[in-house]
């Protein structure tokens, strides 16, 4: 049971070592997925609920998507 456990600690441990530096050498970084910083997500006009929230509060122009 022990040998088990300690099998698939080693074996996870490997695994993130392992993705960790695939994303170092290659350059590469996580993807935004915050709405508000997506780019992707402002390109479709999808904006977070706190920003038109404060649109609807303070303009008198804003109108609401929904």
Known sequence: M??????????LGIAI??????????GRKFPNSK?????KMREKGIECV???D???RYSKDYKSPV
């Open 2 to 11: 022990l040998n088990l456990i300690l099998l698939s600690i080693i074996m």
């Open 17 to 26: 070592l392992g993705m960790s530096l695939f994303l170092f050498f290659k």
């Open 35 to 39: 709405i508000g910083h997506n780019k």
């Open 50 to 52: 706190f920003s038109q």
């Open 54 to 56: 404060f649109k609807a």
